[in-house]
């Protein structure tokens, strides 16, 4: 009777754990396949300069004896050299968000250092293109977190407002902040007049290597990864970033991420989330 009773009592955790099991196995079957498809992908970036680089070299052997050949060929060398060079750094950049916890050396970042850096970055391709870029409201704000991360989040997002929009377009960068239930938070606005983002593509935007346009993405230097590195510095610091679009018009892509002062209080309140 008693062994009957026990296990009615333990076949019902039995069941659970059995669920608990098959969904960890999901769960893991699905990391798999992501960790998969990311190695697909790096394998495939990789390639594509790489056997440029093969098939130009080729070139530059059998064009010996026409210097201008070679000239020509060598700097098409110089371009793919360069997509490799920046494909390899922006995969170190999502290895370092994924693995670092940027809040070891938090501390408070001035904003407006933040949209100066963002600017500089882009003021060169912006210049050729004629784009007019303009900030605003940064003035004595500061957010919580890793400063190099930070940068690289704002700067990849200017860097895309400007990538794609056309010419004599205007790309502006408006901060503020907002007061939140958990604490203030500090609103970072890039809005560009470029072609837009439709609803559909607008969910895998953020995932590693989706392109709308790869062939447009390719030519200015686009790597696919620079959203989603975005995305996951934004989550490590607490923060959301969302984005408004409309195709033809343009979009605009917002950082929401704690306010230097708001942080520092909650950590002081919990100090062993510190
Ligand atoms: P990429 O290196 O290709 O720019 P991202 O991860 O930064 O990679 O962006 C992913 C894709 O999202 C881009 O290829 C582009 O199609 C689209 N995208 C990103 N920012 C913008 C923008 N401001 N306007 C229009 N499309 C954009």
Redesign the pocket.
């Known amino acids: 009777g008693e062994a009957l009773a026990v296990s009615a009592r333990v076949a019902p955790l039995g069941s659970r754990l059995v669920l608990l099991l098959v969904e960890d196995l999901t769960e893991a079957r699905r990391i798999e396949a992501v960790r998969r498809d990311f190695v697909a992908n790096v394998s495939h970036e990789l390639k594509t300069p790489v056997g440029a680089l093969s098939l130009l070299s080729e070139a530059v052997m059998d064009a010996s004896d026409d210097p201008e050949a070679v000239q020509r060929f060598a700097g098409r060398m110089q371009i793919e050299a360069t997509r490799l060079t920046s494909l390899v750094q922006e995969l170190i950049d999502l290895s370092r968000v994924q693995n670092d916890d940027p809040l070891e050396d938090a501390e408070p970042v001035r904003v407006d250092e933040l949209v100066a850096e963002a600017i500089d970055r882009c003021r060169h391709q912006a210049g050729t293109k004629q784009i007019t870029m303009a900030a605003g409201g940064a003035a004595d704000l500061h957010v919580w977190g890793n400063r190099g991360q930070l940068a690289a989040a704002l700067g990849?997002?200017v860097?895309?407002?400007v990538?794609?929009?056309p010419a004599r377009t205007r790309v502006g960068i408006a901060a503020r902040r907002v007061t939140a239930p958990g604490g203030d938070l500090i609103e970072l606005a890039?809005t560009?007049q470029?072609?837009?983002?439709s609803d559909r593509?607008k969910e895998r935007?953020?995932e590693r290597f989706?392109?709308?346009?790869?062939a447009?993405?390719r030519a200015?230097?686009?790597?696919?990864?620079?959203?989603?590195?975005?995305k996951h510095v934004v989550a490590s610091h607490g923060g959301e970033v969302t984005v408004w679009?409309a195709e033809g018009q343009?979009?605009t892509?917002t950082l929401r991420l704690p306010e230097a002062g708001a942080a520092r209080d909650r950590a002081q309140q919990h100090p062993d989330l510190d």
Do not use: K, M, Q, W
């Open positions: 990849n997002l860097e895309n407002a990538n794609y929009s890039v560009d470029g072609i837009g983002i593509d935007i953020f989706y392109r709308v346009d790869p447009r993405s200015t230097g686009g790597t696919g990864l620079g959203l989603a590195i975005v679009s343009g979009s892509f």
